[in-house]
Structures are given as C-alpha cells and as structure tokens.
C-alpha cells in the first residue's frame, strides 16, 4: 500500500527565509514521488518529480527536493522564500504499474513580509 | 502542446438537481483520465479514474457517477446532488501508465444549496 504524510498543514516563513516542506511516503515498491502547488482556486501545477534517477531534483521556481530512501523522504526546499510561493503545496506518490497517485493532504504556505 | 479543459468554471445548484461537469483534453491519445473532489480545507479525494473510453473505476461509493463517451472526454455526472457534494472538482490527465505525472484542469466550484 502507498501513503503520503506531510507533515504540518500550515507553514509560515518569512520572506527571504528558507522554505522547507515535509513529505514522507510509504511504499513497497521503489516510488515516483511528486510536488504540485495550488494557488486559490486553480488546478494544481507540477512543481518537479522523482523517477528513480537523480536524488536531487530541480524544479520550476527555485524549489527543489532530495529523495532519501532511507528516511523515506522527499521534502520540498527553496532557499529563499518570495510572496509569490504563498500556496498550498501537495506531495504525491505512485508506483510504475500504478494507475493512480496518492495524494498528502497538503500543506498551506504562508510568507510574511 | 496539450491542454485541459473543464466547464463550467462555478456552478451553484439546489440539493436534489442533477449534476454534469465536463472535462475535455487536447493534443494527446488514449490518455488516462482522473475526477477529483478537493473540499473546503481537505485534501484531494480520487473519485474516478479511467484507462480507456468506456473503462471507469470507482474509488469512492457515492451519488456521483463518471463517464468516458469519447477518448479525451470525461463526465461527472449525478442525479441528485447532496449538500455535501459541494467542493472544488478537479480534471487531470496523464499519458498511459500510472507513473506518469498528472496534468490539472482548472477546476469547477460547484456549490450545493
């Protein structure tokens, strides 16, 4: 079975600041992790994803996540937070013979000015 | 380049009125097809997917149904809406094969009175 945690559902930071945005997953089968963000009432945008090939990922805006296996972790970074990353972000993971994702309940970012 | 469509954008509707939200894709074939449900504050609630016209799984019993009368279109259907229906409804797509990312449509604000 395959579960996504985010851990806190709300994260202040202050502009400038580090963003940092925690996922862990649970899967039997080497995973396909992903971020997606949500500004209000939009779809939600592909941040970056995992597929099995470089540990590090760069995604769009600045952000970028680590896969750790041995913490069964992919938490989302950006060193320098901007009013614009206000949203709420999303962790999903799936498997290679899956038909679906499993989505993290979210976590709602604020930044302060 | 490919593109999801939904419609309508808002929808208010009385409890116990039917239900039909399209959701359109463009630029691509036999893509897989996903309906959401995201309430107020929740996360995202897989209601259906399917892999093919005609092919629909159900991932949560309830009054909605789904339909794929042709390749890139997905319908979301009910007969008489609850007040818990209400919520943002999600349409994404991906190429075959579950691993692959997820593209979002807009969404529909379908709000039950």
């Known amino acids: 079975a395959q579960s996504v945690t985010q851990l806190g559902s709300h994260v202040s930071v202050s502009e400038g600041a580090l963003v940092l945005l925690r996922c862990n997953y649970s899967?039997?089968?080497?995973?396909?992790l992903f971020w997606y963000v949500q500004y209000p009432n939009q779809g939600l945008q592909l941040l970056l994803k995992y597929t099995s090939a470089a540990t590090l990922v760069k995604g769009i805006n600045g952000f970028e996540a680590e896969f750790k296996k041995s913490e069964t972790s992919f938490h989302l970074t950006k060193p320098s937070a901007h009013m614009s990353d206000a949203a709420e972000y999303f962790c999903?993971?799936?498997?290679?013979?899956?038909?679906?994702?499993?989505f993290g309940t979210g976590t709602s970012l604020t930044v302060i000015p | 380049s490919q593109t999801i469509h939904q419609w309508p954008a808002t929808l208010v509707q009385p409890v116990g009125s039917p239900l039909s939200l399209e959701c359109t894709v463009e630029?691509?074939?036999?893509?897989?097809l996903y309906w959401y449900r995201q309430a107020a504050g929740r996360g995202l609630q897989l209601l259906f997917y399917s892999v093919g016209i005609g092919q629909i799984s159900s991932e949560v019993p309830q009054n909605l149904s789904a339909s794929r009368p042709q390749d890139r279109q997905f319908i979301l259907s009910s007969k008489k809406l609850l007040l818990s229906d209400s919520g943002f409804y999600l349409c994404?797509?991906?190429?075959?094969?579950?691993?692959?990312?997820?593209?979002f449509g807009p969404g529909t604000r379908l709000t039950v009175l």
């Open positions: 999903a993971v799936t498997e290679y013979t899956g038909n679906q994702f499993y």
């Open positions: 630029g691509t074939s036999n893509p897989n």
């Open positions: 899967s039997s089968v080497p995973p396909y």
């Open positions: 994404a797509w991906s190429l075959a094969g579950g691993y692959n990312e997820q593209f």
